[in-house]
């Protein structure tokens, strides 16, 4: 497991935006060789994604051979409604870059047969030849996707009811009324995510520093589904300075300095393949 810090929100959003660009700009994606996504909704990643926005209209980013499969959506709220999670990706994110509407996943939460639908997602991933980044942020009590504490650390995804604290965190978004709230919600699994060949979580602000706390210093738990990723053999958590206000001071040292480290490595290798270039 990796922890990347940072001063700020806009730094980590900067940092993670960089990350995805440079997974896909040297996986080289093509016709016959798509790169897979796995993308979150939220507050959290809303200034990765305009960063992600900005490198495709640069022109150094393309999605048109990207597919991506987002986390969750609400039952019962229409796909139109502004507050779906169908409307928050193409308004934030999917309009604005040259990804195919077809490549672009995202489970429907007014489907017949919700159950059904669980498990056509769980095929389309695997159809798809699995995730190769999986993305996500999560609540203060440590959930990842909607898998609320308690949830199975193997799950799949599945109809979750939503718990509380979740309900109140999100009434911001529905003019701060809880009876509008969607009280369940269709969401991958804690185990779609770890099948993914690589994770990465975005932690920012003061009141998700008890959750980095319990996801980086203690132990596995399913009351804190985000620990989970501690067993994952390519984890990479980005956070701000606020959210490590738990953290033992230690710990914040011995991250900062493997980045440090890293940094110089990835110097070294962009000098030395500059002069590789002079040389031809």
């Not at 604005?96 to 991933?125: M, Q, S, T, V």
């Not at 949830?151 to 509380?164: D, F, G, N, P, W």
Request: overall charge negative; charged content about 25%; proline content about 4%.
């Amino acid at each position: 497991m990796r922890l990347v810090i940072l001063d700020d929100y806009d730094e980590a959003s900067h940092w993670a935006a960089k990350y995805v660009r440079n997974r896909i700009l040297e996986f080289n994606p093509g016709p016959d060789k798509y790169f897979t996504l796995g993308l979150p909704t939220g507050g959290t990643p809303e200034g990765m994604y305009r960063k992600l926005i900005e490198f495709h209209k640069e022109g150094g980013l393309s999605f048109q051979y990207v597919k991506t499969f987002n986390m969750d959506e609400y039952v019962g709220l229409p796909r139109d409604h502004p507050e779906s999670y169908h409307s928050f990706m193409w308004n934030k994110f999917f309009k604005h870059i040259d990804i195919l509407p077809e490549n672009a996943h995202i489970l429907d939460g007014n489907a017949e047969d919700l159950d059904k639908e669980c498990e056509r997602y769980e095929e389309e991933i695997k159809q798809a030849g699995g995730v190769e980044l999986f993305i996500g942020g999560i609540g203060p009590d440590g959930h990842i996707a909607f898998n609320e504490p308690g949830s199975s650390l193997v799950s799949r995804t599945r109809i979750k009811s939503l718990a509380h604290d979740t309900i109140i965190a999100n009434a911001r978004f529905f003019d701060g009324d809880i009876s509008k709230v969607p009280t369940s919600a269709l969401t991958v699994g804690v185990g779609t995510v770890m099948d993914a060949r690589e994770v990465m979580i975005i932690i920012t602000g003061a009141h998700k520093a008890f959750a980095l706390y319990k996801a980086v210093e203690e132990g596995v738990s399913h009351m804190w589904t985000v620990s989970a990723f501690q067993q994952h053999p390519k984890a990479i958590f980005i956070c701000d300075e606020d959210a490590t206000l738990e953290l033992r001071v230690k710990t914040v040292k011995y991250f900062k300095g493997l980045m440090e480290v890293h940094d110089k490595l990835v110097q070294s290798s962009h000098e030395q393949s500059a002069k590789r270039q002079k040389l031809k």
